[in-house]
């Protein structure tokens, strides 16, 4: 069974008795691999720390993900939680705290008694976090507990049998096609991921 998009076949589904060539190899099994190395390089961190055996995947220099995130205090404390942040490193990616927002539908055609009062959100996304820092902090926490990024990495494909997913990289600067098998395979891509188009029946044209 073969699933088809985006120009060529992304992910492909293989009977389970039939193996693939990096089946056979010696190249290393991760317990999870990620592709996308924004959001994806939080939840990789923490996993890595838990003790997987972890591989991110990027293809942009890691890091350098430009990236503009805003989150409430109480979101951030579930990565204290999780012992994958300080308290002083929370700190360090702070980089504005707003005192107050608001939200208001436009009404001003309704009558005075049909408008709606503004509704204040003072503790809804009033944190503005320093992405690249954030980022650097987690990289940087998940080579310490094992895990490994291939960063300026392409995804091509990935090939699911019964025992492992097999992925297909490409480096961005040498053009070489390398392999790399897990047990599980986490889409981290966002909206542009070609896997999502895949599963939800897009089909990219290349226009």
Not at 147 to 173: L, N
Request: overall charge negative; proline content about 3%.
């Amino acid at each position: 069974m073969v699933l088809i998009s985006f120009l060529m076949p992304i992910i492909h589904l293989t009977c389970k008795h039939q193996t693939t060539s990096s089946e056979n190899s010696s190249g290393p099994i991760y317990d999870l691999i990620y592709i996308g190395g924004a959001l994806g390089s939080i939840h990789a961190a923490v996993m890595a720390r838990l003790g997987y055996k972890v591989l991110l995947i990027e293809r942009l220099p890691f890091g350098r993900m430009n990236r503009e995130w805003n989150i409430s205090r109480d979101e951030i404390q579930s990565l204290i939680n999780l012992n994958l942040l300080t308290n002083e490193e929370v700190e360090t990616i702070i980089a504005r705290e707003y005192k107050d927002g608001f939200n208001k539908f436009f009404d001003a055609n309704n009558p005075s008694d049909l408008q709606a009062p503004v509704l204040h959100t003072p503790t809804v996304l009033n944190v503005a976090l320093d992405a690249e820092t954030l980022l650097t902090l987690c990289g940087q926490k998940l080579r310490d507990a094992g895990g490994d990024i291939w960063d300026e990495t392409e995804f091509v494909r990935a090939d699911v049998t019964g025992s492992q997913v097999t992925v297909t990289t490409k480096s961005i600067t040498t053009g070489k096609e390398k392999l790399v098998g897990g047990r599980l395979l986490i889409d981290a891509m966002g909206t542009a991921s070609p896997i999502a188009w895949q599963l939800n029946g897009s089909i990219v044209t290349g226009k």
